[in-house]
């Protein structure tokens, strides 16, 4: 069975300062990975994923994730926050599995930065 | 041009009255999804269509009927409303109906029932 942690429900930054959302995953099966940002009351939006091929993937504005199967992790990094990055961040698994394209979503991490 | 369109953006109602939230992807996709998510952000499926045809179906109320009329459409209908149906809906489309593939969602439906 497919899950996703979370590790932080919210994270603070200062304007400037790098970014870590941490994301563990669970999978049966060579799993695909994204990150989707929710801004307020706005949609979803994929930032990037993984789905096999290079382990570190570079994404929309600046963010890039490591895929790590040793430690079955997802963090999702930028080396600079601004005030625009503000939001909901989703980490998503969906497993490789020949089935039905199921995405199973992470509890949310919201993102504040601070000038 | 919007990829993945939902209406109406938000939506008001009374409990026990039947209501329609429509979504309409321009993207050529073959399969169409509906997520709920509830107060505290957390995502989940509910239904999926592959061309016209149901190949998802969470543990949902029997109250809620979505129906794909053409590949481009995905509708969601729930009868006799309840409180704990409040929720954001989002409709999403991908590709194709094969696991992990990347999903474009709408900006989603705001539902309140009163």
């Known amino acids: 069975a497919q899950s996703v942690t979370q590790l932080d429900s919210h994270v603070s930054v200062s304007e400037g300062t790098p970014v870590l959302l941490r994301c563990n995953y669970s999978?049966?099966?060579?799993?695909?990975l994204f990150w989707y940002v929710q801004h307020p009351n706005k949609g979803l939006q994929l930032l990037l994923k993984?789905?096999?091929?290079?382990?570190l993937v570079k994404g929309i504005n600046g963010f890039e994730a490591e895929f790590k199967k040793s430690e079955t992790s997802f963090h999702l990094t930028k080396p600079s926050a601004h005030m625009s990055d503000a939001a909901e961040y989703f980490c998503?698994?969906?497993?490789?599995?020949?089935?039905?394209?199921?995405?199973?979503f992470g509890a949310g991490t919201r993102l504040a930065v601070h000038p | 041009d919007t990829a993945v369109s939902q209406t109406p953006k938000y939506l008001v109602t009374q409990m026990g009255n039947d209501k329609s939230i429509k979504c309409e992807q321009n993207?050529?996709?073959?399969?169409m999804y509906w997520y709920k998510q509830d107060s505290k952000k957390f995502l989940k499926i509910m239904f999926s269509?592959?061309?016209?045809?149901?190949?998802i179906n969470e543990t949902v109320p029997n109250r809620f009927s979505p129906k794909s009329p053409d590949k481009a459409h995905l509708n969601l209908h729930i009868n006799s409303l309840e409180l704990g149906d409040s929720a954001v809906y989002f409709c999403?489309?991908?590709?194709?109906?094969?696991?992990?593939?990347?999903?474009?969602f709408g900006p989603g439906t705001r539902l309140t029932v009163l």
């Open positions: 993207l050529g996709h073959d399969t």
């Open positions: 999403a489309s991908s590709q194709v109906w094969t696991s992990g593939r990347e999903q474009f």
């Open positions: 999978s049966s099966y060579s799993p695909s």
């Open positions: 993984y789905t096999s091929a290079a382990t």
């Open positions: 998503v698994v969906s497993d490789r599995n020949g089935g039905y394209n199921k995405l199973i």
């Open positions: 269509y592959n061309n016209k045809e149901l190949i």
